[in-house]
């Protein structure tokens, strides 16, 4: 069974701090890796979307790397602030307008 | 720049009562997906459409039926509502053929059932 396991599953952090997130995802085969950010009670909101033949995306202050060879993405979060208090999701495509494999997400909560 | 359009936002219904949560895709979109999101948990793929024809089918209940029409804007009808559907239930929409084929979600609508 295709699988997409996310750690550590909570976090916190303080104001102003950087963190990592990690992804193993055992889906096979691959088409992209996104990472969405979710805030309690709304919709996923994407912040990268990666290939198998890309190794790094940012978006300000998010960076995400992804390993094909090992099938692990990380996402770095720079500088935190509050407002980044939400889950992230690593999300697996297998392929065009298949659906998406939803890992159980990190729960980060950033702290003054 | 217009997004995903779910409604209601938020629904409470009995037991064994029916619900219909309506989505509008991102103008242009032709694909739109339906997760289930129960608390604590991560989505749940149910069904999708392209071009008005399911095609996808994950975890949806045979109580529950879904349809894309014509001007693209889908429906998810709920019969025989259990306590356990009560979940927030997102529709993504996506325009296929696109580089990453990325979906756009909506904000949700929160279903309770009591």
């Known amino acids: 069974k295709n699988q997409v396991e996310q750690s550590p599953q909570s976090l916190i952090i303080l104001e102003g701090k950087n963190c990592t997130l990690q992804c193993n995802y055992t889906v096979s085969p691959f088409s992209n890796l996104r990472w969405y950010k979710q805030d309690t009670g709304r919709g996923p909101v994407s912040l990268t979307i990666m290939t198998f033949s890309e190794n790094t995306k940012s978006n300000g202050r998010y960076t995400a790397t992804l390993d094909a060879d090992t099938k692990q993405s990380s996402l770095h979060i720079t500088a935190s602030q509050l407002s980044d208090s939400a889950s992230y999701i690593c999300?697996?495509?297998?392929?065009?307008?298949?659906?998406?494999?939803f890992g159980k997400g990190t729960r980060l909560s950033v702290i003054a | 720049a217009a997004g995903v359009i779910q409604s209601p936002r938020h629904l409470i219904k009995e037991k064994r009562e029916t619900a219909t949560l309506k989505c509008y895709p991102i103008?242009?979109?032709?694909?739109v997906y339906w997760y289930q999101q129960g608390p604590g948990q991560d989505p749940q793929f149910l069904i999708s459409?392209?071009?008005?024809?399911?095609?996808d089918k994950g975890s949806i209940p045979d109580r529950f039926s879904a349809q894309q029409f014509s001007d693209y804007h889908s429906e998810l009808n709920m019969s025989s509502l259990e306590l356990g559907d009560s979940a927030l239930y997102f529709c993504a929409s996506s325009l296929a053929g696109i580089a990453y084929n990325e979906q756009f979600f909506g904000p949700g609508t929160r279903l309770t059932v009591l």
């Open positions: 999300v697996v495509s297998f392929s065009g307008n298949t659906p998406l494999v």
């Open positions: 459409f392209y071009e008005k024809m399911q095609s």
């Open positions: 103008p242009r979109h032709d694909t």
